[in-house]
């Protein structure tokens, strides 16, 4: 299990009486796009939340690999901190510095996970030049990337569900991560932008070597981009396999896509 | 009758009467024990000069003023949409100019050379203080109090007490406290610059650290409580601040290196020309900031700190640094104020005090540095105009009864303040139409930055 991403294991959450997690415990190899899927309230966004430290689980542990191969435990994290180590995020309901251009968005992205010198960007002295034209580049590379690069400098609060989409892809690509968490990308977008979108996410995973770690209800792009699945149910795991597997797992079907099987395909 | 008050203008006019009924009632003569109705009818029926063509009586002058004010805000409800565009067009070209960055320099130069040539031009000791006490502290203080809430969007209630420990702790370096001053050897006033500014921003790391945790509100109590405290604190501890007596005599600053030597003295254009630079040295670095990678975080964390924790931001981190170095400003106005004055006294740093500047930076305009002084010297100015002799009945203590009318005015009209911070000015738009559920597009009108 070396080139294990993610481990998580026995992971419980709790508000209060609610059980949020119940005892869940998954992996993430190296480089897959990896999906969780399960119907609402099943504990998906908080699994992502507590992935990224801003839920602290009661129980259990969360290792992930970093970028020089050292293991990290997430819990106990503050959120800016697990950023740092490599992990980024996507939001359910995109989350945008609203006022920023798209090219300051992917910006504050770039430059943000590195060291700060407050004097030297009260100075404006040569490292801070030689970091902020670094920053400029990428931002301008990753933009290029997403396809954003003629919305540069629209504010990010009139941008389509599609381009926010790809711009929270990019600002996060922009903190240099081992693993992109996506809560939803496909919510609110059109079928042709749908398709881009998967095709994005393939290439942020073969172009730029970054894992993939899916929460989706669109369950025709969760088939054809994930090679592997995990369903949650009530907070806990109840199938991993395939994409293949899980469709023909009688008791995802039972839980998840309820008695009609019809809605395996539609929904 | 009914009919009648249901016209829009006719209420117009209704409210414009009433409202400069009330002004006329204030700035008309004070009633007495004897005589309790005196003040209404003054400020009714005193006599006045109609703009100085011929005498009549107060109504007269205040009715035609009320008929003037109903007739243009009459005009610029129907018309105002149509004459803002025109501006807004007819402006295209001067703001291409303008946008230019030699333009931009040359005009800062300008600024500098006249604010350097200001004491020559106006040599009056009223306005000279006013320049020094008024002006260039509240200048200071506002670009100060504008790091903390217009760039990291924290609500600062208690900023007077980063001022009251700068102007103490040259008290207290000079031996003008109860308190020895360290190794028992009083320092001159001009070495309590690096000394305040240093302790100042400890106080805002010391203060931030813990409090900053706390978000909106509650930040907000927590800051008022610790004005309060510095301020009860200089009051009560006799031993160390010498309480409400104030400080023993502060003495004027003064510099000594190698053949060089300067005295400031009782007058104040020396001080001015030391606010001056201070002033240049603070503006300097807030714009840099505010264009780096520490500015672009406090934004992030102020529009949205979820997302600007998921890209590595520490709000903690960040939020203290803008604490600390938007307490550094303040602290070298304190030296000023003490130095500049002698003494101080506990009672000049009151709760008001902060709230005083927090009014100059909404009304400037949060986050933009040019409005915040635009703001802080244009008020600071009429005040010091209204408290210059006797002009149309005003009482010092009348201001707050205008500097409140004028901000909801302008929160009305123009709640990104004088000069508003492009971003600033973005974030009220969109939260305006989240709010009206209109289209944002239309908010932002092709607003490319």
Redesign the interface.
């Known amino acids: 299990m070396n080139d294990v991403i993610f481990d998580v294991k026995n992971v419980t959450l709790r508000f209060g009486g609610v059980v949020s997690l119940n005892d869940v415990s998954l992996h993430q190899n190296r480089g897959e796009i990896l999906a969780v899927i399960g119907p609402n309230g099943a504990g998906k966004t908080s699994l992502f939340n507590s992935l990224t430290g801003v839920y602290q689980p009661q129980e259990g542990t969360i290792n992930f690999v970093g970028r020089n191969g050292k293991t990290v435990s997430i819990i106990g994290r503050k959120a800016f901190r697990v950023a740092t180590y490599g992990v980024a995020r996507t939001f359910q309901a995109s989350r945008m510095f609203s006022a920023l251009s798209t090219f300051e968005n992917v910006k504050i992205g770039a430059e943000s996970h590195r060291g700060i010198g407050v004097v030297g960007a009260m100075l404006h002295g040569p490292g801070t030049r030689r970091d902020e034209k670094r920053s400029d580049e990428r931002t301008v590379e990753l933009l290029n990337f997403v396809g954003l690069t003629e919305k540069a400098n629209t504010i990010a609060a009139s941008l389509s569900y599609g381009d926010r989409r790809r711009l929270e892809i990019a600002r996060g690509l922009a903190t240099d991560p081992q693993v992109l968490l996506l809560d939803e990308p496909a919510a609110g977008t059109n079928p042709s932008e749908k398709l881009e979108l998967a095709n994005l996410i393939r290439r942020v995973r073969d172009d730029m070597g970054v894992s993939i770690l899916l929460i989706e209800h669109d369950m025709k792009l969760v088939m054809s981009l994930a090679e592997r699945l995990y369903v949650l149910n009530f907070g806990g795991v109840i199938a991993e396999g395939t994409p293949e597997e899980i469709r023909a797992n009688p008791v995802v079907i039972e839980a998840y896509l309820g008695s009609t099987t019809e809605d395996a395909g539609s929904k | 009758m009914k009919e009648l008050f249901a016209k829009t203008y006719v209420r117009r006019l209704l409210i414009t009467l009433g409202v400069v009924a009330t002004v006329e009632l204030m700035t008309g003569p004070p009633g007495s024990n004897t005589a309790p109705t005196a003040g209404f009818r003054g400020s009714f029926a005193e006599s006045a000069s109609f703009f100085g063509l011929f005498k009549t009586q107060r109504w007269v002058l205040f009715l035609f003023i009320a008929l003037v004010a109903w007739g243009i805000a009459s005009f610029w409800i129907n018309k105002g949409p149509m004459v803002r565009a025109t501006v807004s067009r007819a402006l295209v070209t001067p703001r291409h100019i303008t946008a230019k960055r030699p333009v931009r320099w040359g005009a800062l130069g300008a600024l500098l050379v006249v604010a350097v040539l200001l004491p020559r031009i106006e040599t009056s000791a009223f306005w000279q203080a006013a320049m020094v006490e008024q002006i260039a502290v509240y200048v200071l203080l506002a670009i100060g109090l504008n790091v903390v809430v217009g760039f990291a969007g924290l609500l600062d209630l208690g900023y007077v007490a980063f001022y009251a420990i700068g102007a103490y702790t040259t008290a207290w370096v000079t031996g003008a406290l109860p308190l020895p001053p360290l190794f028992h050897h009083a320092l001159n006033p001009f070495w309590s610059i690096p000394i305040a500014i240093l302790l100042v921003m400890v106080a805002g790391i010391l203060l931030g650290a813990p409090t900053l945790r706390l978000r909106g509100d509650y930040l907000a109590i927590v800051t008022l409580g610790f004005g309060e405290i510095v301020t009860i604190f200089a009051n009560n501890l006799y031993g160390i601040t010498n309480g409400s007596l104030g400080s023993n005599p502060i003495p004027h600053p003064s510099i000594q290196l190698g053949p060089v030597k300067y005295v400031w003295g009782l007058k104040p254009v020396p001080y001015y020309y030391l606010a001056l630079g201070f002033i240049v040295l603070f503006l300097v670095?807030f714009s840099?900031?505010e264009h780096?990678?520490?500015g672009?975080?406090w934004?992030?964390i102020r529009?949205?700190e979820?997302?600007?924790?998921?890209?590595?931001?520490?709000?903690l981190k960040y939020k203290v640094?803008a604490f600390a170095?938007g307490a550094a400003s303040a602290g070298f106005a304190g030296v000023l104020t003490a130095s500049q004055s002698n003494n101080i006294f506990p009672a000049s740093f009151t709760l008001t005090f902060s709230i005083n500047i927090l009014v100059l930076v909404i009304l400037g305009g949060m986050g933009s540095i040019a409005g915040v002084v635009l703001g802080a010297i244009l008020i600071q100015t009429v005040t010091e105009y209204l408290n210059n002799g006797q002009h149309w009945g005003y009482q010092p203590s009348d201001l707050y009864i205008y500097l409140g009318a004028l901000l909801i005015v302008m929160m009305i009209f123009r709640p990104a303040g004088l000069i508003p911070s492009k971003?600033?000015k973005?974030?009220i738009l969109?939260s305006e139409a989240d709010h009206e559920n209109a289209h944002?597009?239309e908010a932002?009108l092709g607003?490319?930055?």
């Open positions: 670095i840099l900031l780096s990678r520490v672009r975080a934004t992030a529009e949205d979820v997302a600007a924790e998921s890209v590595g931001i520490n709000p640094m170095i971003r600033r973005r974030e969109l944002l597009d932002l607003d490319d930055v």
